[in-house]
């Protein structure tokens, strides 16, 4: 079972940036993995919704609209961690944000919530007005 630690929330003006990072330990992702991390958050009364995601093997990312040109997703393989790097934060963007992990990638399903398996604790976000 993967382990996922989340960490870089914090509190920021809209306009602003901050760099969430997630580690993972327990296994070691490697370049034969058909695996891939995302990044789910969940604001007040909302339900959690896909933010974006990375496949391990090929680096590709995926993006929901809302965040796309806004949010960069990089992974460091040697350290079995993933990054977003958020911009151009707005209040809409305030949630806890959740590292999530998969295996068995099929790109027709990588952006659905329920095929993660693996779940961090989360980490707040909040952009202030």
């Known amino acids: 079972q993967v382990r996922l630690v989340e960490s870089g929330g914090g509190l920021v003006q809209a306009g602003g940036s901050l760099r969430l990072s997630c580690t993972a330990s327990g296994r070691t992702f490697t370049f034969a993995d058909n695996s891939a991390m995302g990044w789910f958050r969940q604001a007040p009364g909302k339900y959690l919704e896909f933010v974006s995601t990375?496949?391990?093997?090929?680096?590709?990312?995926y993006y929901a609209d809302s965040v796309k040109g806004r949010f960069t997703m990089s992974r460091d393989k040697a350290k079995n961690t993933i990054h977003l790097q958020m911009d151009s934060l707005k209040p809409e963007d305030s949630a806890i944000y959740y590292c999530?992990?998969?295996?068995?990638?099929?790109?027709?399903?990588?952006?659905?919530?329920?095929?993660?398996?693996?779940w961090g604790q989360g980490t707040q976000v909040t952009v202030s007005s």
């Open positions: 990375i496949r391990w093997n090929t680096g590709d990312t």
């Open positions: 999530a992990a998969r295996d068995r990638v099929i790109t027709s399903t990588i952006t659905n919530i329920a095929t993660y398996t693996d």
